[in-house]
């Protein structure tokens, strides 16, 4: 059994930042990539930005510069530092790990408006 625990969404105006946490918890032997994602109503589910255990790091193209991934490989835990916010980035963000299994958070909500 895993759980991830995510945090750290709210409602910011256009160009704040906000930064994502999420810690992963249970029967975990290792980690081979944690990430994030995010779903508008009636979309599909789309690829923020992921990262490997060695580090390695993809972002999708509508966050590059934006937003910047990490991890805390002790911790188990993966942050997403999001700068420079737009109304489009608008969405509930979850949390993703494989290990290799993968698993989801519950979801955060993070609104972007004035």
């Known amino acids: 059994q895993v759980q991830l625990v995510e945090s750290g969404g709210g409602l910011v105006q256009p160009g704040g930042s906000l930064r994502l946490s999420c810690a992963a918890s249970?029967?975990?032997?290792?980690?081979?990539?944690m990430g994030w994602y995010r779903q508008t109503p009636g979309k599909r589910r789309e690829l923020v930005a992921t990262i490997t255990s060695g580090g390695s790091t993809n972002y999708a193209d509508s966050v590059k510069g934006r937003f910047t991934i990490s991890e805390d490989n002790a911790k188990n835990t993966v942050f997403l530092q999001m700068n420079s916010l737009k109304p489009e980035d608008t969405a509930v963000y979850y949390c993703?790990?494989?290990?290799?299994?993968?698993?989801w958070g519950q979801g955060t909500q993070v609104t972007v408006s004035s």
């Open positions: 249970g029967n975990i032997f290792r980690i081979y990539a």
């Open positions: 993703n790990v494989q290990i290799p299994l993968t698993y």
